[in-house]
Each structure stands twice: as C-alpha cells, then as structure tokens.
C-alpha cells in the first residue's frame, strides 16, 4: 500500500461532502428577511460551509494528515467525517450521515475508475480543490488555509514517479473494492449497473502523452522501425490537445472531481446484492485486527485537530435530514444492516501520557458508543434535503 494515498482520500471525500451540502442547504435556502426562526437561510449556510472548511483545513490537521502513513479502516475514516460534518450548526443523523457518506465514497470511486493516468488523481483532487476556494471566496483567511493545502499538495506530490502513483492509485481502489452502493445519477446515465459495479467506457481521450490504439509498430535489435500493421478499434479514441494544469491556478482540462450536483437531480442511494451479503458474512471477521489500537491512536491525534463547534447560549443546532421524510430516515436506520452502518467513536484527544495511556485502552478494546440523537431546534421540521440531489 501507498503511505501517500490518505490526504488524497480525504480531500476528495470531503470536496464531495460539500458539494452535496451546499447544493441542498442552496435548494433549501429561505430570503433571510422572509424566514421563520427554524428555517434555514443563505447566512446560514455560508456560515455552515465555512465552519466545515475551517476545520478541514485546520494547519495542524493537515500536517498530521500529509505526514506518511497508511489508510486506516473505512469505521476510522467515516469517524472523521462524522466529526467534520458536525464542526457548525448543522446536525445529521445516523441514517443521514450513512446516506452523505454512502454518496462521496461511490463518487470518487467513480473518479479513480476513471481517471486516464494514476497521476490524473492529482487533477481530480485540485478539482476538489478549486471548487471548495470557489465557496469560501468572500472569506481570505479560510481561502488562504486551501491555498496552503494546495502548496503542500504541489510539494508533496510533483516528485513522485508514474510508478508512485499508480500505487496510490491501487491503494484507493482496494480501499474501495466492496463497495458497491447504487446511486441514481449513474444509474440514470448508465455508467453503474444494477448490482452496484460501475460501467467502464471504451471510447473517449487517451491518457495524455499516448497514442490512439490501432497501430503496431515492429523494430529490429538496432531499435529501427521495419513494419507498421494497422487494426480495427471498437472504441472512439481521441487524443487530449493539452496537459491538465498541476499549477496553484490553471485550466484542469480533466472534468472529474467536478461538482456534478450542480444542476439539481434526484439522487438515492441502495445497497446492491452484493453489498447485502457482504454484511450477512460479516460477522464471520471479528477477529481483533492487532493494528487497531495503534490505528485508533493515529486518530485521536487526528481529531485532536478537529473542535466540533456547539451552539452557544440558546441558540440550538440545525438538523440536517438528508431524506425526504422523518419517517424515511428512521426506516433507513431500521433496515440498515447493523455492519454497514457506521457507530461514532467518541475520543477525545489530549497530550498528558496517563490519558493517552487510558484512551490506548479504550480505543484497544473498541468500544464505540452508540449515536447521540440529532440536536432539535432550529429546522427541526424541514422536509428532506437530500431526495432532490
């Protein structure tokens, strides 16, 4: 596995959490001087997103996430995301928060199928990049926090060989191989079939620096060309007419990584079979993984990074409901299977060595708490954000 894959994977999976935030707090949005004081208006979600792309890109955040390590497990990861969608006022539930997760994870698994070099995921992430500046514009200090990330991007990963890359690139995907989640949108375009697996294309741009198939070309021991054979293709090759940009600023040219929730759609997401009986045999690898206390301690030094800001005063948190009823959510976290559902670890994160010594502990045995209910209050009525995405 690649030591360098986790701050790809983060990024990616948080630029498509906020892609999905911003476009249903957008589609729900109320003219400030028309809402009730438990609807959500453009304040509001402005000052959502900057609340979550503060703590994203907190400075001590992202040292710790770009120093090399290995990926941690999907219930350690989805721990993290959980405490970033929580760092404003915004409160989701478990069935929610299952359903936001369920959608970035098969997103960028779709752009990592298709990304035409394994270096072209350094593009998809700079789209991620770009279009999470693009929210905080109006904000200079947060906007600066991304340019950093950007800075330590462009160092961390210009150097690296094609070779280093393609085993990020295999790193991503066997962290990605099992799932299989059926999503709408590509449902709709065709590009995921019914069981959950995604629809390659065979036609398209070849990867930059290569040729369109359909020739061989023969060479003596001299290294000189003596015969050229042609075939037939079933695919519709096209050459790019220029490289990605992997500057601060620059045309990406690849459109992966962009925000595809931009035009209003409906999107659902459901386990597909195999998913299913994935979690039927779950049970069966319970076994304790011997890197899990040492896993868990990497994050909580993580986390220690990220403060969850709670409501002050008596100001109460908005509830975000990513269904279209309250009755939906509850039915989803009912019929969810139990596996593929992902419990909260509570850590809290400290530097005296008899805590860490106590949370080693804890985090050795792991024990998870079960999920707090969603703060009331402010939007505690509104129908669900997430049917029309």
């Known amino acids: 596995m690649s030591a360098r894959a986790l701050p790809l994977l983060f990024l990616n999976l948080g630029g498509e959490m906020l892609y999905i935030l911003d476009q249903r707090l957008r589609a729900q949005s109320i003219p400030g001087e028309k809402a009730r004081k438990d609807e959500w208006t453009d304040v509001d979600r402005k000052r959502v997103m900057n609340d979550i792309i503060t703590t994203m890109f907190n400075k001590k955040f992202m040292e710790e996430l770009f120093k090399p390590q290995e990926l941690y497990s999907k219930k350690a990861l989805r721990t993290v995301y959980d405490r970033l969608a929580h760092a404003s006022i915004m409160r989701l539930n478990q069935a929610s928060m299952d359903k936001l997760y369920d959608l970035m994870t098969m997103a960028f698994k779709y752009q990592v199928l298709l990304c035409p070099r394994p270096k072209d995921v350094l593009l998809v992430t700079f789209n991620h990049l770009d279009a999470i500046k693009g929210f905080v514009q109006d904000s200079p200090g947060i906007l600066n926090q991304v340019d950093e990330t950007f800075r330590q991007l462009i160092e961390t990963y210009s150097c690296l060989s094609a070779g280093e890359f393609q085993l990020i690139r295999q790193t991503l ?27 390659l294309p065979i036609s398209g741009p070849v990867p930059w620096g290569t040729e369109v198939p359909g020739l061989i070309r023969m060479f003596n021991h001299k290294g000189e060309e003596i015969k050229r054979t042609e075939f037939t293709t079933d695919g519709n090759y096209v050459t790019p007419q220029r490289e990605g940009s992997f500057d601060l600023y620059g045309d990406r040219v690849l459109k992966l990584g962009t925000n595809m929730y931009s035009v209003s759609r409906p999107v659902e997401t459901h386990m597909s079979g195999s998913s299913k009986n994935l979690a039927s045999h779950a049970k069966e690898n319970t076994a304790p993984n011997p890197l899990a206390k040492e896993e868990l301690n990497f994050l ?4 220690g990074g990220l403060d969850v800001k709670k409501p002050g005063g008596s100001e109460t948190g908005f509830r975000l409901n990513l269904f279209t009823t309250d009755e939906e959510e509850e039915h989803a976290a009912l019929t969810r299977p139990e596996e593929l559902s992902y419990k909260v670890v509570n850590i809290e994160a400290t530097q005296e060595p008899a805590r860490q010594a106590e949370l080693s502990r804890i985090l050795g045995e792991l024990e998870v708490a079960e999920p707090r209910p969603a703060s009331g209050g402010k939007g505690e009525d509104l129908l669900a954000l997430m049917d029309a995405l």
């Open 300 to 303: 909580a030094r993580l986390l």
């Open 173 to 199: 995907l066997l962290f990605f191989q099992d799932m299989h989640i059926r999503v709408s949108i590509f449902l709709k375009d065709k590009v995921q079939n019914s069981n959950g697996r995604f629809v």
